[in-house]
C-alpha cells in the first residue's frame, strides 16, 4: 500500500545549521506530497507543497523538491533559528482519494 | 477566517466518564476529519465525514468511540466510556476538498484528553 517514510528524530542541531530531513514514499499513482508543520501546543499547519514531479515547494526559508526518480520529497533549509523548533510531518494525497498519508513526524530541536 | 475551532482545548476526566469533544470546521469545507495523537502511535485516523456524512470510520479504536456531524458547521467526538489509554490529544481538520491536487487540511489546535 501507499506509505510515507520519514527519518527518525529528534534531530538536534546549532542556530544557523543547515538542516536536511528526508522522506521518501510508495504510491500507485501520482500524489501530492506536502510538508506540515506542529508547533508546541498547536496542531499541523501547511508548510509547503508539491504537486507533480519536479516542482520545488517553498516557504519561510524552508524547501522540498518532488523528485519522482528517487520517491522522495526531503526537506531543507540553510539557516536554522530557535523558532524551527517544532514536529515536521511528511504526507502525501492522491487527486482522486480523500485521505492524507501522514509520516510519523521528526522532532527537530534547534540550540542557541 | 476563524479556522478550525476545537473545545475544550484540556480535558481532565476520570476513567469510566463520558467525554465530548468539540469542532466547528472552516465554512464551506466539505471534508472533516477525526485525529488523535499519542507519542506511541504519532497520528491515527479515526473518522472522515463528507457533507455531514461518515465516509470512513475504520480508524476508530472501538464501540466506544462515536462521531456525529448533524450539521456542516459542528460535529462532535464521543468516547463513552472513557478509559485511560484514550488519553491523548485529539485534532479536528477540514479541507474543501482534499482530492483536489495540492489541497491541504486544516487543523484545529486540538483537545488534549488525560483520563485518570
Known amino acids: 500500500g501507499d506509505s510515507v517514510t520519514q527519518m527518525e528524530g529528534p534531530v538536534t542541531l546549532s542556530e544557523e545549521a543547515f538542516l536536511t530531513i528526508n522522506c521518501t514514499y510508495t504510491?500507485?499513482?501520482?500524489?501530492?506530497l506536502f510538508w506540515y508543520v506542529q508547533y508546541p501546543g498547536e496542531g499541523l499547519q501547511l508548510l509547503l507543497k508539491?504537486?507533480?514531479?519536479?516542482d520545488k515547494g517553498s516557504n519561510k526559508g524552508f524547501e522540498a523538491t518532488y523528485r519522482k526518480e528517487t520517491t522522495s520529497f526531503h526537506l531543507e533549509k540553510g539557516s536554522v533559528q530557535v523558532s524551527d523548533s517544532a514536529v515536521y510531518f511528511c504526507?502525501?494525497?492522491?487527486?482522486?482519494?480523500?485521505?492524507?498519508?501522514f509520516g510519523s513526524g521528526t522532532r527537530l530541536s534547534i540550540r542557541p | 477566517d476563524a479556522g478550525v475551532i476545537q473545545s475544550p482545548r484540556h480535558e481532565v476526566t476520570e476513567m469510566g466518564q463520558e467525554v465530548t469533544l468539540r469542532c466547528k470546521p472552516i465554512?464551506?469545507?466539505?471534508?472533516l476529519f477525526w485525529y488523535r495523537q499519542t507519542m506511541m502511535r504519532g497520528l491515527e485516523l479515526l473518522i472522515y465525514?463528507?457533507?455531514?456524512?461518515?465516509?470512513?470510520d475504520s480508524g476508530m479504536p472501538e464501540d466506544r468511540f462515536s462521531a456525529k456531524m448533524p450539521n456542516a458547521s459542528f460535529s462532535t467526538l464521543k468516547i463513552q466510556p472513557s478509559e485511560p489509554r484514550d488519553s491523548a490529544v485529539y485534532f479536528c481538520?477540514?479541507?474543501?476538498?482534499?482530492?483536489?491536487?495540492?489541497?491541504?487540511?486544516?487543523f484545529g489546535n486540538g483537545t488534549r484528553l488525560t483520563v485518570t
Open positions: 481538520a477540514s479541507s474543501p476538498y482534499p482530492g483536489t491536487p495540492g489541497s491541504p487540511l486544516h
Open positions: 504510491a500507485t499513482g501520482y500524489p501530492s
Open positions: 508539491a504537486t507533480k514531479a519536479d
Open positions: 504526507a502525501l494525497t492522491y487527486s482522486s482519494a480523500s485521505k492524507i498519508i
Open positions: 465554512s464551506g469545507h466539505d471534508y
Open positions: 465525514f463528507n457533507n455531514n456524512v461518515p465516509i470512513d
